[in-house]
């Protein structure tokens, strides 16, 4: 079995065989979601023809290279067996990395560079999800309360349903559950989007003229 030679090479990596290995990645799936959050926030976006394929692909690059560094530091600073115990290896592995700073000040970095990590995504996330009830509003598929613009110009009521309904979530559910659930969401939504571009090409629509043309679709 494939996965057994790897576990007995790799201990104590893949203890959980195919199953572990498949689940860790719709785990971590919804960290590449940023993509789509590009797509929804298209009409605000100057020169989509050309920005909106550059900010995806640069999202896609910018995330991919972070996670890889990020996981060969620890993998090199810390153990096998402490890594697979600790709850928090990016701060035990960001103190080591910078263990020449006084005191505890690389993991305050550590600590800091998290929160502000956490909040641009929180913010960018209400941002593009206040969107998507904003324009079904206006093809009139919910009420017109959701097309409304406050005075900044944003959909001022979308965004505060989108909050009240990300905390009810978060508060109700278990939080790793709307993690996975979200990742799963995330490969069906990529998935679908990928049909529909097959779909929209081959109908020949004559309102279907993008300025950018991924190859092989």
């Known amino acids: 079995d494939f996965f057994e030679i790897i576990r007995s090479e790799f201990s104590p990596f893949f203890q959980f065989g195919a199953q572990g290995f498949f689940a860790t990645i719709g785990f971590v799936f919804v960290s590449y979601a940023g993509l789509t959050k590009v797509a929804s926030v298209s009409e605000e976006v100057r020169n989509p023809d050309r920005n909106i394929p550059l900010g995806m692909m640069l999202s896609l690059a910018t995330a991919t290279f972070i ?3 990020g996981v060969f530091i620890m993998v090199m600073l810390l153990d096998p067996e402490a890594l ?15 263990n020449w700073l006084p005191g505890e000040v690389g993991l305050i970095l550590i600590v800091v560079a998290a929160i502000a ?27 017109p309360r959701f097309s409304k613009l406050g005075k900044t110009g944003t959909p001022t009521f979308a ?59």
């Open 84 to 98: 697979h115990s600790d709850l928090t290896p990016v701060a035990t592995a960001g103190e080591v990395f910078m």
């Open 67 to 69: 996670y890889v560094v």
């Open 117 to 143: 990590a956490f909040a641009s995504t929180a913010n960018a996330g209400i941002m593009s999800a206040s969107r998507y009830p904003f324009a079904m509003s206006r093809d009139e598929l919910i009420s």
């Open 159 to 217: 965004i505060i349903v989108t909050i009240i309904l990300m905390a009810v979530v978060l508060l109700v559910f278990d939080v790793e559950a709307v993690a996975k659930l979200a990742s799963a969401f995330q490969l069906l939504l990529f998935g679908i989007m990928s049909l529909s571009v097959i779909v929209m090409r081959e109908s020949k629509i004559d309102g279907y003229s993008p300025g950018f043309r991924s190859p092989l679709y």
